[in-house]
């Protein structure tokens, strides 16, 4: 049988700063604030519907050419899964359109005329971003860029879940006091009384 698992650590009280406790949490709250403020400065630049995420896409292969999904995925630094999404995403869109590669299992994405068309807004959007995150950066006591990739080269060295299933082994290897004494530690209805 498995022991018991100790309790979790106490929820911050409110009004405290959260720690790593519930650091997903908060990590979405950044992208949630940053991917918000991005979309808002494409809105105000007037390309109708066009994703913040497209922008690498588009200008990886303005800068190179037609590109498998694979090689995409690792120029902007994402999964091929995730590239792969977006690629999707932008073919509806009419921005890119995927044809066979000289592999079977290879699709290559070339850029469509209304892609290449938004590319001087979208560079331009490019440069603005990229000013304002290093002044942001600047800040702050620690490069936000730098503290991602160290803990992206972390987690690839040692993935979350080993973490986590490492603190679970050490948390049911620590030792639990003592059982109570059968009979106590519950709580027991009064003893009836019988009326004379």
């Not at 977006?86 to 209304?114: C, F, N, Q, Y």
């Not at 971003?129 to 992206?152: G, V």
């Not at 040692?158 to 679970?168: C, E, L």
């Amino acid at each position: 049988m498995t022991p018991p698992m100790s309790p979790p650590p106490p929820t911050p009280p409110v009004g405290t700063t959260p720690g790593p406790e519930l650091l997903g949490t908060r990590l979405r709250h950044l992208l949630d604030l940053l991917d918000a403020g991005v979309a808002a400065a494409y809105a105000d630049l007037g390309p109708a519907g066009f994703r913040p995420r497209y922008t690498p896409v588009v200008r990886v292969l303005a800068a190179h050419g037609p590109a498998s999904i694979r090689d995409l995925a690792a120029a902007i630094g994402v999964t091929h899964s995730a590239a792969s999404q977006t690629v999707a995403h932008m073919v509806k869109a009419g921005l890119v359109t995927l044809s066979p590669g000289a592999d079977a299992r290879r699709r290559i994405v070339t850029t469509t005329p209304e892609a290449e068309r938004l590319l001087p807004v979208l560079d331009a959007e490019w440069a603005a971003t990229t000013t304002a995150a290093r002044a942001l950066e600047a800040e702050l006591p620690y490069p936000l860029s730098r503290l991602i990739d160290e803990a992206l080269t972390a987690l690839d060295r040692r993935p979350m879940r080993d973490r986590i299933a490492d603190a679970m082994a050490a948390h049911q290897e620590r030792p639990r006091p003592d059982p109570l004494p059968e009979g106590t530690g519950t709580l027991s209805a009064p003893a009836r009384t019988t009326r004379p």
